[in-house]
């Protein structure tokens, strides 16, 4: 089943409705995807970012992921799109970064948190 038409109908509609409720709650999404997991393995999307937060959902290499462009310590991955990707994936590589996604898949999005050592720009 291909999900990516719902994935990013809901991603619009989220757009839109962030847009609409003014620019201080807007939030801007980046795609990421997940990389370097070790074969056989899956990344761990948390419900807060921490190793022992309960777990979402789990996706694979090569999943593209859509950020909030939060991340701990401070770091937005907006002001470092402009970044080489291999400093990019430096700077968050000891961080926790925002995920918004549907671990259940049925159209219910909600943001959880996906360590960076395991996420590069797409």
Known sequence: MNIYPRIAAAFAVASLTLASTGQSHATVFAAWQVANVPFGDTLNVR??????????????????????????????????????AWKQEQTVRYRWCEVWHDPAQNGNFVTGWAYGKYITPH
Do not use: E, H
Not at 48 to 76: D, E, F, H, W
């Open 47 to 84: 419900k807060y970012p921490s190793g022992t937060s309960q777990k979402q959902a789990a996706y694979p290499n090569g999943t593209v992921l859509q950020m909030t462009g939060r991340c701990t310590g401070g770091i937005s991955l907006l002001d470092i799109a402009n970044q080489p």
